[in-house]
């Protein structure tokens, strides 16, 4: 299965559990997850940074105004805030989000906030890039966008720059070494095009 | 910019301020976010009532408690409590719409100066709508949404965006419309284009 040399054509049936499965991967390897996640964590571990100082702070005053039994606890707090800070960012690191929001996109779906459906997809992919359709939305993208293709034991995942994704689920091919076939083949072109869009520029 | 209501086609070229303010609705506007982020700050809130809670019984107990259980160290027990309510309230204040669109902001200006924007900056966008689909595309990526795909219409100062998933979706700036009428006149219909759409669903 390669599409540079032939196109690929795919049917696929996907299920709620393969968009929770794509989500999770989307907030693990999406640049734009990644960048956005990353600078929330940063946020809220300066947060608790400035709190603790602030504390530390109002401990220090109590010291110096002959009160230890206030002193203490702030003192304490204070010194304690980068291992508050530390915990903070490890309960929100990228792993623990990404099974959250999939945990979360499956109750969406469930309340039919998600306008991710499941049902038939169809996956075509040739030398210049892959289309993705059900119907009702038709996403094609050139392989110069797509910016990782992620193989799980369980899927094939196209992700491009707006972080939209392509599923293909390893169950709709003939063997799962064609899964992996294609998974090579997509990511060699995906790579010619970075070459080609780094060299144009 | 050609035609009115419904029935338009356009293109422009895509600006800082249309990426900030593209993540700016979709941040606070995306139903699968809005819902994520109530979570969130509805788990801070509890957090803090508890924490005050025991924050006042403990500073009652300690002012008015009978000698037998004032072993405890009651004032201490108190002043933690309400350092951590207070923590918590200033979490769940972060996560409120207004603070998360700044933070977007902040975000994306940061992003934006690194050049981590480069490759949607300056890029062409063709939209087309009618009353059977969306249409946009760029050298590289094209999407055709039909309006059972589009799951909100969100509106901002000086854009409009389709959302299409819960994280991407169509821009429409108010710039590119012969006027603010002609700007009203499409959201006015895409909305009830989508509601339609939504009761029929």
Redesign the interface.
Known sequence: MNPGEQPVGLEVELFREDFCAATEQIVLNSP?FL??YA??RR??AR??WL?GLC?FALGLLALLAGAP??AL?GLA?GLATPLLAMLIVQLISQDRIART?AR??E??IEA?????RSGAWTFEADAK?ATWSN????????W??VVAIVKTPTHVLVL?????VMILPVRCFDAPEDAEALTHAMGALVEVARAESAAAA | MTGSGLFISFDYTVTPEDVTEGAVLIATGSPTWVATRRRSQRVFRRIALVMFLVGVVGGVIAFAGPPAINGVPWFRLCGIALIFSVLAWLFSRGLSPGAQERAQRVLLKGAIDRGEMDALIGDVVFVEVNEAEVTWSTSLRSCRDSWEAISAVLVGPDHALLLDSPATGVLFPRRVFASDATFAGFIAAARERVDRTGASA
């Open positions: 734009m960048f956005i600078a929330q946020q809220a947060q608790v709190i504390v039994g206030l606890p707090f929001s979360l996109l109750r969406a039919r906030q998600s306008s991710w890039g119907g009702k939305r038709t996403v094609r993208a050139a110069g966008v491009d720059a707006d972080a939209a």
